[in-house]
Each structure stands twice: as structure tokens, then as C-alpha cells.
């Protein structure tokens, strides 16, 4: 079992609506969270980091914990064109490397 | 906040040429950096772990001989394609770690090998 995982995608939704990404993490002791923004022939950037269970929200985002059930998501409100990219998320493996899901390639459509 | 700098961000190069990339955490010191390598519409591969001071840790399938990875300070990695052939075309990433929070990367270097 990979240490993050994600649903590929691709993603779909229009202009206006939330869109909701998933992963799931094996490592029960894993204590913080990224997600990370990547354009089309670019490098990947951080939006979002979450350290502690329940919501967390940046603007139309937010990132939600659950420790139990060892899983984090993204949801993003009022979704534009703009946010069409894939989204990685990832968590921290040893004491300094990270592991990253496969990303899921998110469409806005107008 | 932390940046991580990468250069050059782009290169061209004749086949059979060496070229290096310079990877530098500008604003924090990192004893670790990664070395990432991503074909068009493919995801992220890591391909090597930078260690300040120490010998780097290549993934399997990675070629130590033909990438050449030197971490000589706290700031600083550098990456060396050597023989360069059309298969090494890529968009080779850096990044870094702050103690205990996010990983920064680069802007990411694009190598086409003529």
C-alpha cells in the first residue's frame, strides 16, 4: 500500500460549484498535512497545510482532517477556471522527506 | 516566507553535453533537498535524496554515474545530467523541507537534449 493516496481523476466540475478532493494516508502517525497546486508545466506550490483534526480554511479553500479514519481532503468553493490544475496532497515521511499522492487533475469548466 | 531557488529554468543542450542545475534554499538552511523528475502529463518521480555533507540517496533506477548530485552546504545542491542524451529531456524539480513543516520547491528546470 502506497503511503498516500488519491484518486487520479480527472475531476470535472463547472464554474461556481465545490470541488471536493480526497486522499488517504497508511501512516496512523503521520501529524501534518500539505496540499499542493500544480500547473501545467510547472512546479508544484503549496496552498494549504493542516496539523490537527476538523477544518481548516484559507479563502475558498478548506482542508479537512480526520485522524481516525486516516484521511484529508480539499474542497474548494465557488471553483474558477483559474483553479483547473492537479492537486497533490502529501505527508511527511521520515524526518525530512514527504510523500506525495499521484494528484488528481481538477477541471473548471466555464 | 521560505523560498527555494532553482536555476536555470530552462536549458537546451547538445546530446552527449553535461549540464548542471542549481538548487538553493534562500531563506533557511535545509541538510536535505530532493531532486524530482516529471515527463509530460506523468506525476512527480523522485529521483534522489540530497544529503549536506554525505553521499546522496538515489531511488532505484536512477543512475548515480549519470546524475551527479553534490550538496556541499547548508544552502546549495547542484545536479549534473552528464552524457546527456534525448531520453533525459524533462522538467527536473528541486525542493527542500523547513524543520518540520512543508516541502518548498523550485521553479523547476525544462532540459531538451537536441
Known amino acids: 500500500q502506497k503511503e498516500v493516496e488519491q484518486n487520479s481523476g480527472p475531476l470535472s466540475v463547472p464554474e461556481g460549484a465545490i470541488a471536493s478532493l480526497n486522499c488517504t494516508y497508511s501512516?496512523?502517525?503521520?501529524?501534518?498535512f500539505f496540499w499542493y497546486r500544480q500547473y501545467s508545466g510547472k512546479s508544484p506550490e503549496l496552498i494549504m497545510s493542516?496539523?490537527?483534526?476538523g477544518d481548516k480554511e484559507d479563502g475558498r479553500f478548506t482542508a479537512q482532517l480526520n485522524k481516525a479514519s486516516q484521511y484529508v481532503s480539499l474542497l474548494i468553493r465557488d471553483s474558477q477556471p483559474s483553479d483547473s490544475a492537479t492537486y497533490l496532497c502529501?505527508?511527511?515521511?521520515?524526518?525530512?522527506?514527504?510523500?506525495f499522492g499521484a494528484g488528481t487533475r481538477l477541471t473548471v469548466k466555464p | 516566507g521560505a523560498v527555494v531557488s532553482q536555476h536555470p529554468s530552462w536549458v537546451i543542450c547538445k546530446s552527449g553535453t553535461s549540464v548542471k542545475i542549481e538548487c538553493r534554499s534562500l531563506?533557511?538552511?535545509?541538510?536535505?533537498m530532493f531532486w524530482y523528475r516529471q515527463f509530460p502529463k506523468q506525476s512527480l518521480m523522485l529521483m534522489a535524496t540530497?544529503?549536506?555533507?554525505?553521499?546522496?540517496?538515489?531511488e532505484q533506477g536512477v543512475e548515480k554515474d549519470k546524475f551527479l548530485i553534490n550538496h556541499a552546504s547548508l544552502t546549495l545542491s547542484t545536479l549534473t545530467v552528464t552524457s546527456a542524451h534525448p531520453e533525459d529531456s524533462s522538467f527536473y524539480i528541486c525542493?527542500?523541507?523547513?524543520?518540520?513543516?512543508?516541502?518548498?520547491f523550485g521553479n523547476g528546470t525544462r532540459l531538451t537534449v537536441t
Open positions: 525542493s527542500a523541507r523547513e524543520m518540520r513543516g512543508p516541502l518548498h
Open positions: 501512516d496512523r502517525g503521520s501529524q501534518s
Open positions: 493542516i496539523y490537527s483534526n
Open positions: 502529501a505527508a511527511p515521511y521520515n524526518n525530512n522527506d514527504m510523500r
Open positions: 531563506d533557511f538552511q535545509a541538510t536535505t
Open positions: 540530497s544529503n549536506e555533507g554525505s553521499k546522496a540517496t538515489y
